[in-house]
């Protein structure tokens, strides 16, 4: 007799295994996951990081409650060297950007945080910094190598998604082929930007998110950054360095433009090598927030716009998809919810419109 799901989360991020194991292990669902296979050649299409750019208290207000959760979470799956801590940079290139800096910054002091004015080591009078303290941001490969354990225990079944076909119904339902058989699934939620693309029209992703292109590229080791992770605001660009490592550069666009944002960004920083890169695909909201639930004209649920923060909401969502949130996630997520449209004013996120740049 086939295996029947609650639950199917699809994706493949970090994101995805905490939320998939918290939808089985705590809210007593049937859960199964499908996912990309690991792999240690895989270059990182994304970072999870526990503070970011943010301009609405709410938001704020959630992630500094999930957090801790996440934190100890994370602990339980990869042990505790699976989290840095470390005090990242954001900077600020036009007046925009130093306006939204200064609203991170109060918001942040606001919530508790440590954050002072900085620099980045441009020698640029035109640029403006802020360094947040002691933020958390994971280590992917190490999280690796303890998810699959810790999801076997939390009860959730695995599949690979090269090697299972499935069929998402309107209605949100599902069903999974794979050589052993069919499983049928009550509600399929889709928990990336990859997940999303594969499985939804592009007609119905277009009425909330539009689909960037964006690229990872990855330098030979360094000595030296002013900082071991750096957000460029106006440039879109996010930088992680590791001590006498490469350097980690992820920018909006393709391969050419990707490469001149980050060379731009890094100018001050002398000549760097390029040791790998890949080009993909991501989905961004108009107005800057996470959009949660079906699509309009569908009923299957997405989870996107987090950006490098999704990791630390992971319990606020598993409660809210487990129809158990607090009272300020009921209303957190209710406002963002993906059948709004494209623009909703009421929970809108500052943006700043990256600055042109010529390819190079």
């Known amino acids: 007799m086939a295996q029947g799901f609650d639950l199917a989360i699809v994706g493949s991020t970090p994101f995805c295994v905490v939320l998939a194991g918290l939808m089985a292990g705590s809210h007593g669902k049937s859960v199964v996951m499908i996912a990309d296979p690991t792999t240690d050649f895989r270059i990182t299409r994304g970072f999870d990081l526990s503070v970011g750019p943010i301009t609405r208290p709410e938001t704020w207000e959630i992630l500094q409650k999930s957090v801790p959760e996440t934190?100890?979470?994370v602990a339980r799956i990869a042990g505790g060297s699976a989290l840095t801590r470390l005090d990242p940079l954001l900077v600020a290139e036009s007046q925009a950007g130093a306006d939204v800096l200064a609203h991170v910054r109060h918001l942040a002091l606001g919530f508790g945080l440590a954050v002072e004015r900085a620099a980045d080591g441009a020698h640029d009078p035109n640029r403006q910094a802020i360094r947040i303290r002691d933020a958390l941001l994971l280590d992917r490969r190490a999280f690796e190598a303890g998810q699959a354990k810790w999801l076997t225990g939390a009860g959730v079944v695995?599949?690979?998604?090269?090697a299972t076909r499935l069929t998402v119904r309107r209605d949100g339902s599902g069903r999974i082929d794979t050589e052993t058989g069919t499983h049928d699934v009550a509600q399929i939620v889709l928990g990336d930007d990859s997940a999303i693309l594969s499985h939804l029209r592009r007609a119905d992703i277009a009425q909330t998110l539009s689909i960037a292109a964006a690229t990872c590229l990855v330098t030979e080791p360094v000595r030296a950054m002013p900082a071991p992770f750096i957000t460029y605001l106006d440039r879109g660009v996010m930088v992680r360095h590791r001590r006498n490592g490469p350097v980690t550069c992820l920018a909006p666009g393709a391969a050419d433009e990707a490469r001149s944002r980050i060379r731009g960004a890094l100018s001050g920083m002398g000549q760097l090598r390029r040791a790998g890169q890949v080009s993909f695909h991501r989905l961004l909201s108009a107005d800057g927030a996470p959009a949660v639930g079906p699509l309009k004209g569908s009923r299957v649920p997405v989870l996107a716009g987090f950006d490098e923060t999704r990791l630390f909401f992971a319990p606020s969502v598993a409660r809210w998809l487990a129809g158990v949130p607090t009272p300020e996630e009921e209303r957190y997520f209710a406002a963002r919810?993906?059948?709004?449209?494209?623009?909703?004013?009421?929970?809108?996120?500052v943006q700043i419109e990256p600055v042109a740049e010529t390819a190079a």
């Not at 919810?337 to 996120?349: C, E, Q």
């Open 158 to 162: 695995t599949l690979v998604n090269t």
């Open 337 to 349: 919810a993906a059948n709004r449209g494209r623009y909703r004013g009421d929970v809108a996120d």
């Open 71 to 73: 934190q100890k979470l």
